[in-house]
């Protein structure tokens, strides 16, 4: 598909509906369940309504390279935004940034509590894998067996949890206070860990 500087924000923002309604359909699916309903009312408020979706759009848009839409393409692109907002989430907690605003209203910790804040990002980042391990986001399970590998090396100790502790690190929050030096290549590494290992790994996975 081409298309200029002027079409892309309209064709991002139809995309995000789309992604958006598939993380409708994946909460609707716990709130008929035993989930309690302090919880899935959290997990909306944390994850609907805000957001450029630009993770599940990259996997979205690598995925219709290869000739790959619908349902499927969908729940992966919701999984990976799922695996996002619970970093959003527990980076703005009183332990963390101890942020007060997210996407222009109260964080989840603010808006609800802080223990609904946590069960909240541990509950997103279970999705985010049930969502890829289901048969209906793809047939094959080899397939989704690489889908969850796939992010869960781009959230983990060698992304994006492990950039999160070497900011942590940076800002002088353990040893005292003593802060750690970065020099251009260690915050490249931090970047890239943090912020682009999620990024790099939607695109993969499409």
């Known amino acids: 598909m081409v298309m200029n500087a002027g079409d892309f924000l309209p064709y991002l ?11 409708v359909s994946a909460f609707d699916e716990l709130a008929v369940g035993r989930a309690p309903r302090r919880l899935v009312d959290a997990m909306r408020y944390a994850a609907l309504g805000g957001g450029k979706r630009l993770r599940p759009f990259l996997l979205i848009e690598a995925a219709r390279l290869f000739g790959a839409a619908g349902e499927g393409v969908l729940r992966a692109g919701a999984a990976v935004e799922c695996l996002h907002v619970y970093s959003l989430v527990h980076d ?3 332990a963390m940034d101890d942020d007060a605003l997210r996407r222009g209203k109260p964080t989840v ?6 223990a609904t804040a946590i069960l909240v990002g541990d509950t997103l980042q279970t999705l985010a894998f049930e969502l890829l391990a289901d048969a209906r986001t793809h047939a094959d399970p080899a397939i989704r067996a690489e889908l969850v590998l796939c992010l869960a090396r781009a959230s983990g ?5 492990g950039g999160q502790m070497r900011d942590l690190a940076a800002e002088g929050r353990f040893d005292g206070g003593v802060r ?5 290549a260690a915050i490249r590494n931090l970047q890239a860990m943090k912020t682009g290992a999620l990024l790099a790994a939607a695109v993969e996975m499409g």
């Open 180 to 184: 750690t030096p970065l020099d251009v």
């Open 92 to 94: 703005d907690l009183p």
């Open 109 to 114: 910790h603010r808006a609800f509590d802080e």
């Open 13 to 23: 923002a139809r995309v995000a509906e789309d992604l958006e309604q598939a993380l």
């Open 157 to 161: 100790a060698m992304g994006m949890a």
